[in-house]
């Protein structure tokens, strides 16, 4: 941030403002505080029957990966709603009601993961402007080595575990990336 977007003014300094505990961007002409909030990413694991449907991504990161229809909230609409348009966007497909499935936060990357459940309204998709391909996927033809996000791979992983049980819960847990491995001794 190279302007404060309340006043204009350049002098943007990082401090703990006064009542606060940690460090933030305050204007020094008008003492705006500007907040950086982590971002939301929602989508769904959309099925039909026994199969999942998954799309290709046409888009960096993780181009031409496999992935659930998932993407950023926008302002002014609810987490279901940009669930559904989401989906729409990149497979053209409707759901049923949805159902939260799974909500993961990623505090490397300042993200937070809500995957809703959803059942398609009919077995009718295509690939939106994200997306190279949508196809529907069984459990066994699952492109594991080809999912885009690791967020992707552990949704997948408990919806399957769960089918096995028939019970759905809401999963709630972090998602902390694997330490580097350490150097090799030379």
């Not at 982590?38 to 799309?55: A, R």
């Not at 181009?63 to 348009?85: H, I």
Request: hydrophobic share 35%; net charge negative; proline share 10%.
């Amino acid at each position: 941030m190279n302007y404060c977007s309340h006043c204009g003014s350049a002098r943007l300094v990082q401090k703990v403002p006064e009542g606060d505990n940690l460090p933030r961007i305050v204007c020094e002409d008008c003492h705006t505080i500007h907040y950086q909030n982590p971002k939301i990413i929602t989508g769904c694991l959309p099925t039909w029957e026994d199969k999942i449907l998954l799309c290709k991504r046409a888009i960096e990161p993780r181009y031409g990966l496999w992935t659930l229809p998932a993407g950023f909230m926008e302002n002014n609409e609810t987490v279901e709603q940009a669930a559904v348009r989401e989906t729409w966007e990149e497979a053209k497909a409707t759901l049923s009601p949805l159902s939260l499935y799974v909500v993961f936060s990623l505090p490397h990357i300042s993200q937070v993961y809500m995957m809703f459940r959803a059942k398609l309204r009919e077995p009718t998709f295509a690939p939106g402007t994200e997306s190279l391909e949508v196809r529907l996927f069984s459990q066994d033809e699952i492109p594991w080595e080809q999912l885009a996000f690791f967020t992707i791979r552990r949704t997948l992983t408990l919806f399957f575990q769960d089918c096995q049980t028939g019970q759905f819960p809401v999963h709630v847990g972090d998602i902390i990336p694997p330490a580097s491995p350490p150097p090799p001794h030379s």
